[in-house]
């Protein structure tokens, strides 16, 4: 059983994972544990980034919270504590009314969230209508300032479009205005940059914060880039092979990560200084087959740090002080990354 990972600051708790498990069920009897005894709390007004390769479990994690993870997976166990209530023991009903409302959610790719048949005025009066009924006045006007939160101050020239009319970040930030309509206490970014270019996501990450600023919501950012979570993030959670490797606040580490799968993720990202002249490296091997996890550190067999007990006994993910977590037999705490990465700290 995991150690309960509390983030930075002591605000009020918003919301509380305990323990969950989500896993797959898939012919002859095998079993994906996507998501394995994975805790973590995110407190009012925070930005958590959950980072990972593909595969870690983490769009499992956000799907998890708002219970909508599709056969074969379902929750195996554990909490999921929204303002204290546990979501898993909710009705359905009762979800539906948290979606959407309390806790929304940006998708990867904002070309398959919209109906090409309506117009984006159309898209944002259904996302209010599936909660409350309201006069189209009354609605059109809560359009044009979501659109605003966002960054898009022409929203009457945007209402009357359809999405095909509109670049993919464009839609990106209309898609996010939707998952604000009622200004939501939890909002889910699952990958919102992906598959766009650096200006897009720089563009993308500016309206999120935008939304931070505005409204007060709480974050969780999902991602497998460490540049995106190195600008918006106040900690960061390392998932690998459904388990989480390492928590920590964003500064301590960027500058000092302790986890050797944490490392290799920042040795990959590139350095944009001309000054800089390391070559990029990548993490040997492959992550783990899933339906034959080994006994000891799924990492084991690419870290080039491992000893013989890494391979026999799965670490711990342990609370190695200053508000840090890590599962690892011999943390790296001595690695320093400050003269190899220009993340922004």
Do not use: W
Request: hydrophobic share 40%.
């Amino acid at each position: 059983m995991n150690t309960t990972i509390t983030a930075t600051q002591n605000d009020d708790v918003l919301l509380e994972v305990k323990n969950l498990r989500t896993y797959f069920k898939l012919p002859r009897n095998k079993l994906v544990k996507a998501v394995d005894d994975i805790s973590f709390t995110l407190h009012k007004g925070k930005v958590l980034g959950i980072i990972g390769e593909s595969g870690s479990g983490k769009s499992v994690t956000s799907r998890s919270i708002l219970r909508i993870v599709e056969e074969p997976g379902y929750i195996a166990g554990g909490e999921i504590l929204f303002k204290g209530v546990d979501c898993l023991k909710l009705s359905e009903k009762a979800m539906n009314a948290l979606r959407g409302k309390e806790i929304s959610l940006i998708f990867q790719d904002p070309t398959t969230s919209f109906n090409p048949y309506m117009t984006m005025g159309q898209h944002l009066e259904e996302a209010y209508r599936v909660h409350k009924a309201a006069s189209k006045d009354t609605i059109r006007k809560r359009s044009l300032d979501v659109l605003k939160m966002v960054g898009i101050n022409d929203g009457e020239n945007v209402l009357p479009k359809y999405p095909c009319e509109f670049s993919a970040g464009f839609r990106q930030r209309i898609f996010i205005a939707m998952a604000m309509i009622f200004n939501p206490d939890l909002l889910i970014a699952d990958e919102p940059t992906t598959s766009l270019g650096i200006t897009i996501q720089a563009e993308i990450i500016e309206a999120l914060n935008d939304v931070k600023r505005a409204s007060g919501t709480s974050i969780i950012i999902i991602t497998h880039d460490f540049g995106v979570v190195s600008q918006f993030s106040d900690d960061i959670f390392v998932m690998y092979a459904g388990h989480c490797v390492e928590f920590s606040p964003k500064r301590d580490l960027l500058l000092s990560p302790m986890h050797p799968y944490t490392v290799g993720l920042i040795r990959s990202v590139p350095l944009l200084e001309a000054r800089k002249t390391r070559r990029l490296k990548s993490i040997p091997g492959f992550p783990p087959d899933m339906t034959a996890l080994p006994d000891g550190c799924p990492f084991a067999e690419r870290c080039e740090y491992a000893k013989d007990v890494c391979f026999k006994e799965r670490p711990e993910l342990l609370d190695v002080g200053n508000g840090r977590f890590c599962a690892c037999h011999y943390p790296l705490k001595q690695y320093r990354t400050s003269d190899e990465t220009v993340l922004e700290v």
